[in-house]
């Protein structure tokens, strides 16, 4: 079992930056494909970006440029540094975990982001 938990959202002016961390426990970091997601009120979540332990992270088009993600295997977290935002960048963020090892999903709780101006 993973638990996820999310925070560093909040409201943020077109321009600014904000960081989301993602604190991961009840499994080795190392193990789990970590992903962030967003879903805005009426749409779809949809993928944000994603990492491996050792790979490529890769993104949507909508934030390459703009968002990085990064892992701390060594303190079990995943954070997503976004900069320039936008108001269509705002949503509640999930961050996501898939068990290479058991094959199962986990979601954490969501963290609201709003760009606004």
């Known amino acids: 079992q993973v638990q996820l938990v999310e925070s560093g959202g909040g409201d943020v002016q077109p321009g600014g930056s904000l960081t989301l961390s993602c604190a991961a426990s009840?499994?080795?970091?190392?193990?789990?494909?970590m992903r962030w997601y967003r879903q805005a009120p009426g749409l779809q979540r949809e993928l944000v970006a994603s990492i491996f332990t050792g790979g490529t992270p890769t993104y949507t088009g909508s934030v390459k440029g703009r968002f990085t993600i990064s892992r701390d295997n060594a303190k079990n977290t995943v954070s997503l540094q976004m900069n320039s935002l936008k108001p269509e960048d705002t949503a509640v963020y999930y961050c996501?975990?898939?068990?290479?090892?058991?094959?199962?999903?986990?979601w954490g709780q969501g963290t609201q982001v709003t760009v606004s101006s």
């Open positions: 009840g499994s080795i970091l190392r193990r789990l494909f």
């Open positions: 996501n975990a898939y068990d290479t090892y058991t094959g199962s999903n986990y």
